[in-house]
Structures are given as C-alpha cells and as structure tokens.
C-alpha cells in the first residue's frame, strides 16, 4: 500500500512539475524523492509521470490520480486534527478555508478575533476557490469556509461575514482617472473592461452581468480572469478598467488609480460569507462561531 509520504511527494512533483523545485519545497533532496515517485508507481501498477531530461508531464493516470491523492492527504490532515480537540473549545485547532481575495479584508479580523478571544485553538489555513471549499467542507476536511455566495448542500449552513462596495480600478492615466469624485456606470458604457471568468469567479462575474444590466451599461469585455490581483496587474499594465472590491484597495499598484462608485441599488454588494457543516462537532469551531 502506498504511503502519505509518497503521496505528498506526487503531490508536489505534479503541482511543480519540476523535481529539483518540488524537493526544495518538501525540504529533501531530489534522489529520495525521485524514489518515492518510483515506489509509488510500482505500487499502482501504471506510470504517473512521463519525464525526460528537460520536462516533467503528467500522464493521464498521473492528472486522475492527483485528485484522489489531495482527498486522502485531506481526510489524512484532518483525522490528525480531530485527534487534538478537546471538548471545552478553548484549545483545539480549526481547519478554515479562504479564497485569495477574502485575505484581503475578513481573513485578518477573524484570526485577530480568534486570537484575542481563543489563543489555545491553532487556526490551520487553506487557501481555496469556493468550489473546493464547499467539497471539503461536505467531506469533512474542513471546518469552516470563507467563500462567495454559492448554492450550498442541506448538510451546510451560512451566514453573511462581509458586504463591501465596488470601486473602479482604471490606469493612472485613464481619462475616468483624472479625479477622486464617484464615477456613475455610465462611464464604463463602450469601455475595455477586464471580466472575471463565468466558471472560475462565477460570483463576480455573475454580479457585474447584473449590475451592468440594470444600468442598461455594456462595456467591451477584453479578457475573463478569474483573480483580483491578476486583474489589477492588467490595469496597471494598461490593458483596461476594471471594478474590483474595495478590499483589494490594499493591494498597491502605483499605475492603479481606485475610485469610488455610485450604485443606485445596492452601496455594498459584495458578499463574503462564513459556512460551516451543520453536524460539525468541533468544539473549539463552535467556540468560534459564538464570538464571530
């Protein structure tokens, strides 16, 4: 039977795709590692990694099997979590969930809250787009999440962490730019606009669709991304404008300029939601939950 180690170490090849870079990041040398991969494909009977001197490519075995690798490794870190909790909640640890724009803004009140509050639970991160963490969270391997708002199982509960406002972010030399006053949609009517993806930033881009819509706004969408600062780096390159939440204004980029926005419906309509599995038993997450 193969072992976590094996599996950790697949895990980093496959992700780096580059055996010097995935030893250093495991800490080894890449010898004991290439043996690892080894063992682990005689094990399963069937090649993982197709490399030659120069590249290192996964197999289509080795792209099927990496998924399962990451739920056992998964389950694995979580069983060792459960382990150490303990049934008054003031220690104990807490596997949470963020995705990359969430550490912009509610990720630092809830560690800071956490470790006012509770400074014997160890709070574990992960960083996850929405849907994987809405599949660890049904699985077990997480105890809470921060996500956009999704449709979520019967065996989860939500409730709303953040709401925040749009606010532009243009080129420094973008005509929209030239002042600080709030900026009407209209002014986005026939402008290149960078988009958020339709599958990777489902939230985003569903919202932008809408807000523009009820504006009767249609900018020219030049590029679908699915993450805040990839977006922000194209502004500042000067590819387009773009609406970011007002979070990401701690990101500094000196070709960005953020400006205010004026939304006749809704001030602040962007979403950040805590969720958590119901039948969730973990002490100390209950112990968190409470002072949230």
Request: aromatic share 6%.
């Amino acid at each position: 039977m193969f072992t976590l180690t094996q599996l950790t170490c697949f895990m980093a090849v496959a992700e780096e795709l580059h055996f010097t870079r995935a030893a250093e990041r495991l800490s080894m040398t890449q010898p004991p590692l290439s043996r690892q991969i080894q063992l682990l494909e005689h094990e399963l009977g069937v090649r993982l990694l197709d490399r030659t001197n120069r590249t290192v490519r996964l197999t289509p075995a080795g792209r099927a099997f990496l998924g399962e690798a990451r739920r056992i490794v998964r389950q694995a870190e979580h069983a060792a979590l459960a382990v150490r909790q303990v049934s008054g909640g003031e220690t104990g640890s807490i596997a949470l969930g963020f995705t990359a724009a969430s550490a912009y803004s509610a990720l630092g009140n809830l560690l800071a809250a956490s470790r006012s509050a509770l400074p014997g639970v160890e709070i574990l991160l992960h960083e996850l787009v929405t849907r994987d963490q809405l599949e660890a969270l049904s699985e077990g391997s997480l105890d809470l999440g921060l996500i956009r708002p999704a449709a979520i199982g019967t065996d989860l509960t939500s409730r709303t962490a953040v709401r925040e406002a749009l606010v532009a972010a243009l080129p420094a030399d973008h005509p929209l730019a030239a002042n600080d006053d709030p900026l009407d949609l209209a002014a986005f009517h026939g402008q290149d606009f960078l988009m958020y993806s339709s599958v990777e930033a489902r939230y985003f881009h569903e919202l932008l669709l809408t807000t523009f819509h009820s504006a009767g706004v249609r900018p020219v969408f030049i590029q679908y991304l699915s993450q805040v600062h990839s977006i922000l780096a194209l502004v500042n390159s000067g590819w387009g404008i773009a609406l970011v939440p007002e979070a990401a204004t701690n990101m500094r980029y000196t070709g960005v300029t953020f400006r205010p926005l004026r939304l006749p419906d809704d001030p602040r309509p962007v979403e950040l939601d805590f969720v958590w599995r119901k039948d969730n038993d973990n002490p100390a997450l209950s112990a968190l939950l409470e002072i949230l």
